[in-house]
């Protein structure tokens, strides 16, 4: 247990705060005279005003306070900025203690350093406003709100010394997902994780509004947060050096806590005893505190109008300019700066030293961290192809076989992880479980399967959740996948944007390290979803991530189980991506060999020649091209019914994998150069294009390609309900007869017997229109397909 | 205070459960002998196995309960299903308190109704398994998991009499925006609003996992709950008649209570005496309950294994047989329908009347309510516009006041609510806040502003709580509008698919009455995000709706005040729409007058002759088009260049505000013919296009026009970061002189100082480039651009 600190102790700490106050605000206004060595003057201040200050002094609070209990205890911290809009209170700690200056020297911790420190910010050319991936230590972008708690506890699974502290807004506090984060704890192991010390800091207000946890009474307050399972630790105040007493007790008694919980659970191998409830910290300080109290008689400290920029009118109101300069001389910045600009010693005093200086961790870089991952030769899991589309198998079931291998030759280095909303054995995921569990620290029951405190498969029903685990978790640099089903996906659809961002802004920062690409595995799909419904129909997510940077963005649609085995292979080792994979669970037609389905996902996109009718060297008569399990299906059944009855016809079969094959060079770096795209779709030829998702993404894709006029595409067109396999082909019209109906309308020049063809064709639907009304299934014929060459 | 039921009442309350419980099981798996009156056989087993079992019983009991509270005491009652998914037991319940053949007539309570009734539910051409639009009422698909409750809320809104009773899933409620609505409990007004219970159902397993919530100690449990503001009442049990007894008594304690609440709200009026603790039930209960305990050695009841189909192999499997037989007997059917397949009166003894039954009240049909909304004409709100392009506005600050007017013209009716993530002051609609206040039921201070426990806006910092309000108020009839920033409406993405899919299907169904469109302003966009950066920046929420239902999707740029105020008035008064409006809330060029914004926008798209230079008649050389306000003003500023320096080039501009303008007419009822698309954009010319958002977007929607190959886009590309207005456009290559570059190098036989133009364009990029490095600022040509004609 700590003791108490001196008074000097506390001065120190002080002193810190002031210090870091003083830089949060030269960032918002100050262009010049930087020290204040004169009067200020409206040629001093920068022509926009931008930022946020409202939130900084309580960042600075919190920094100047995890410094001490990481120096004082040499921890492994890292800290998450809740309200990382308040980027001036970190960059100015990290200038404070030296990490700034070592990741960019010429911001050098004196003068000349500050004045960049001050100018660069929110300056066109300069650094964002908000905590980014440009700011030293930070894995978490402060700009949408509500992921903070998620990633702090992805950053701790599996890194069982490390502190994780993470500052929550109560304004952040209002949104769902970080209301459903309080359950982490649940989750979380101490025995093999870190911990998260939560630190609630209720400055009262949003921008334009009181926060509903601030406003509860806090008796009411206290039992939601152990409700949450926490034990709270609650610091209030104005007076700042009470404050400072209190909130350096309440971390001394939270990192006792924690240290005591980790020995307990170590000790006896587990928490068979009971979860454990762990400490947090609620601090209830003003926001905007020690800035202008009334300013043009509003009443502004303490109050939502601090939110951004307090004195609006500095260079034009002399009032606003006195103020500013009280304001900034109130935290004496000669007592903190030498004549050189350099902090005091009496400011670092409580400051750590080397990678325990929270800008300055390796986890926040975390790609330093990385090791490969090891993955099995994939002829263990592949299945034995020796005819096309002679045998059947659950394609996530065989990339189950993969990830199982994965996670138990990472038993002992535990840095992969497998989250998903409730779905791993329903995505037929389940040999996992032969090696690993499910996460849990809550209570079980007899009759549980697979629970266990140590497990690496994390389960909960948030999508949310396990996107924010895992960017936490991939962040500090360790491995992962996310599998979900693809129409849910879109609920993380906000926070994906903000994670390409981030990847997309970390790949121009030499200085940050390539961390694991996010994999997403998109299964029980738009086709397949028997028992749902149209609910649960939306393949849309692709062409979500299609919008954003393209150096970050790869999408795959692995049309069976061996192209899957490959593309997992590939995404699995990848860097610094957002990999979206869309594969079936459900039975699928094996088309490829291993060696052939490497080669296939190599070049992203080919002919089968063995589907069609072209020999290989000529030029067709029409191109059939497919994207994704069921796509492919139809394609090959609608080939097959062509070389039957019209078998004259020379039909090319493409097959795509990597989408992002089919825009142009110039637009993504997987785009294929005009006369490949010409050599493969040809450049006048019809192509048919039976595509899984919505059939106008193909266009988007696939405009500026001198075929594109002569391209028909079919798709998911939003119809759909709690129906039979064909009979959402059917009506999407991506059914093998309607493909064959399609080549028959747009070929030119057809025997006169096709008219005939066709007819057939629109038999064979009102048949299966007839036939699922009377019987509920699918035609026999349809069935019992099977490719037969 | 109500006395306990007698037995003879429980029997009653027990015969209905089981009935219920008989016909969810029955529409799972019986094709034939629906009333067991011959000995089962695999024949009368259906083909396909479909259906959510796991959660029906719990359903059929609060269903149960529910009625009898709502008969005896004579209740306005709506309920929302959140474990949906349980679509049998809803179903089951409709049917037996004859709302079901109220809705569908062919549907009989009888035996030949239940036929029907059995043979229909998941059956292709039938009925979703889930609660969905089709299900009497219902306001709540129970497909994606996490709105019940907020939809509760906004049901409850300006509903004073009514009683909205939510079923929350344990597995829904790890969601994150089921775990943020529990605090919506802060935003209801006793005086003006109805009451929301909710019903806490724990029956411990999700898909394949124990839930969080059922795993706490009781306790903790409670703590929870109490911390969220209820008052819960536990109801616990193996045992049916103990349940039930249990159950009764505890409605009856949460209805004395919310009455005891309203009573001495609306005597005292208001509760300044403090936010009351809204009571609600937790109910623990197994899943599955009363179905299969144990099957192929597995235990069933009670464990997740019970979640959809728990006995599989009923039509190959002999014993799976006789154990569904035994199942479906031991609700005793022959006590509970008569020969003809009636439920007999005992059944029905507690089943309400006409709309007060649970499947026929108007609320959950809410199009039967809604009331035309009162809109004062525009010319109150608009702005002067003599000349195109000399005054700047505020579009969303002239927009509020339309908005203040109808909030002020709907005081009394109380059916018109304004939500949004804490940015109505922000987004410049503080008119508002001169004619109602922000809801509000916590604690305040003297230092609150415009927060009233009767207001009409709702602020959260949660879009998930603002869209799930908003739709329940919709849903029931009433009219609103979602003001958010426009980067993070991508946070409910899938909230709004959801929605899009409820409208598309319900207008579908003649019985459904059409209700008020879901209305969203977009404002803060991506190009004037100069306090944020790069993570506020994503114009994407267009592309994501326009995959959707082009039957209920509407999407507006208007490019100044008028044309604002134009599309508001229409999206306020449609029906049945998702409206997606996106607007700046900086100053803005006033380009049209109130007639000329709309005709423009009646129109959706056209020529703006004043501001090109081909006489309005001949074809032009080349055409600007743009949409949204940035882009017009870009568009505008580049026409005028060309007019000095190529004034013998034809340029026409054309402005596009509904963009589904743009699409085929066969794609979208607002598609126009190619004729007109021609006419507009000409089928040959070189079209620059300056669009708001993705650029791909604009070639998605056109690329089936013959002049698509003449089509160049400039839009958003994902470059951006904390930078002035006009370096945005700069990065993007959305700029005026990008624009002018960009005509000279498409248009043909262009005299040769053209190259000369150009270089003064690529000059002032330079030029920008430089200043802004310096000056933080932008060009002085720039910043005091305004149109000259």
């Known amino acids: 247990m700590a003791k108490d600190l001196s008074k ?34 409206a040629d001093h201040i920068k022509p926009r005003l931008l930022g946020h200050w409202g939130t900084s002094p309580g960042l600075n609070l919190v920094h100047t306070h995890l410094n ?184 001394d008694r939270a990192v006792d806590r924690i240290q005591a919980v980790r020995s307990q659970a170590r000790a006896n191998g587990g928490t068979e005893h009971g979860r454990p409830r762990w400490p947090m910290i609620v601090l209830r300080t003003p926001k905007g ?72 961790t390796p986890h926040a870089n975390g790609g330093l961290l990385t090791r490969d991952l090891p993955t099995a030769p994939l002829e263990r899991f592949a299945v034995p192809v020796d005819k096309p589309g002679s045998t059947l198998h659950e394609p996530t079931r065989v990339l189950g076989g993969l990830l199982a291998q994965v996670m138990a030759d990472t038993a002992d280095r535990r840095d992969f992880r497998v989250v998903g909303p409730d779905e791993t054995a329903s995505n037929r995921l389940d040999a996992l479980f032969e090696v690993t569990g499910k996460a849990w620290q809550a209570r079980t029951v007899a009759t549980d399967e697979h629970l266990a405190r140590d497990g690496r498969v994390m389960e909960i029903l948030s999508e949310h959740l396990c996107q924010g685990w895992l960017e936490g978790y991939l962040l500090t640099g360790r491995h992962g996948l996310f599998s979900c089903y693809e129409a849910f996906v879109h609920i993380v659809d906000s926070m994906v944007n903000q994670h390409i961002k981030w990847l997309r802004t970390s790949r121009e920062l030499a200085w940050r390290a390539p961390v694991p690409s996010l994999n997403y595995l998109l299964t029980s799909h738009v086709w397949r979803q028997d028992h749902n419904g149209f609910s649960h129909q939306d393949p849309g997510f692709v062409d979500h991530v299609l919008n954003k940077s393209p150096d970050v963005v790869r999408v795959y649609l692995p049309p069976d189980a061996n192209t899957l085995l490959s593309v997992a292979e590939h995404v699995l080792h990848s860097r610094d991506y957002v990999n979206v994979v869309v594969a079936g669970k459900q ?47 139809e394609v090959l059944a609608a ?86 396999p064909f009979d959402m082909v059917v009506r999407n019209d991506l059914d093998r007869y309607r493909l064959v109906m399609d080549v028959i309308d747009r070929v030119p020049g057809l025997a006169v017997r096709a008219a005939a063809v066709r007819q057939t064709m629109a038999d064979a639907r009102t048949r299966h229109h007839a036939w699922i009304r009377e019987h509920g299934t699918d035609l026999p014929e349809v069935a019992h397909w099977s490719w037969t060459g």
């Open 68 to 251: 001490r209990v990481v120096k004082e205890r040499d921890l492994d911290a890292l800290c998450v900025w809740g309200p990382g809009h308040g980027g001036p209170a970190v960059l100015a700690n990290s200038w404070l203690e030296g990490s700034y200056t070592a990741t960019y020297p010429d911001v050098t911790r004196d003068a000349a350093g500050m004045a960049r420190l001050f100018r660069q910010f929110s300056f066109p050319g300069g650094v964002p406003s908000h905590v980014a991936p440009e700011t030293p230590g930070s894995i978490h972008e402060g700009g949408e709100l509500g992921y903070s708690l998620a990633h702090a506890y992805g950053a701790a699974l599996d890194n069982p010394r490390l502190l994780v502290a993470c500052v929550i807004g109560d304004g952040e506090a209002e949104t769902g997902p970080l209301a459903a984060s309080w359950h982490s704890n649940k989750f979380l192991d101490p025995v093999h994780d870190g911990a998260v010390l939560p630190i609630l800091h209720l400055n009262g207000y949003k921008i334009a509004n009181p926060t509903v946890l601030s406003r509860l009474p806090e008796a009411e307050l206290d039992e939601l947060l152990r409700g949450y399972g926490h034990e709270p630790i609650h610091v209030s105040g104005t007076d700042p050096m009470r404050v400072h007493r209190d909130m350096a007790r309440a971390f």
């Open 587 to 633: 039975p699928t037609f094996d088309w490829l060999s291993l060696d052939e389905a490497r080669a296939h996902c190599a070049r992203g996109a080919g002919v089968w020649e063995w589907a069609g009718t072209d020999d290989g060297s000529r030029d067709p008569d029409v191109v059939l091209a497919c994207a994704g399990d069921v796509p492919t299906q």
């Open 8 to 41: 000097r102790g506390l001065a120190a700490l002080d002193a810190h705060w002031r210090a870091a106050n003083y830089l949060a605000v030269g960032q918002i206004y100050l262009l010049d005279n930087h020290l204040l060595t004169e009067p200020l003057t």
């Open 639 to 724: 080939a097959g019914l062509l070389r039957t009855h019209l078998p004259e016809l020379a039909v090319r079969v493409v097959n795509v994998v990597d989408m992002a094959r089919l825009m142009p060079k110039e637009e993504h770096p997987h785009g294929m150069p005009d006369f490949e795209y010409d050599a493969l779709f040809t450049a006048d030829k019809p192509v048919i294009f039976a595509y899984h998702g919505y059939p106008w993404l193909i266009h988007r894709l696939a405009y500026r390609r001198s075929g594109h006029r002569h391209l028909h595409v079919r798709g998911y067109k939003e119809s759909g309900t709690t129906t039979t």
């Open 289 to 360: 505190w020690t800035g202008p109290g009334i300013v043009d008689d509003e009443p502004v400290e303490g109050t939502w109008r601090s939110h951004q920029v307090p004195l609006g009118g500095v260079r034009e109101n002399p009032d606003h300019l006195r103020q500013l300069e009280a304001w900034l001389r109130s935290y004496r910045p000669r007592e903190l700066f030498d004549a050189q600009g350099r902090p005091v010693p009496a400011v670092l005093e409580y400051v750590p030293e080397g990678t325990r200086r929270l800008g300055a």
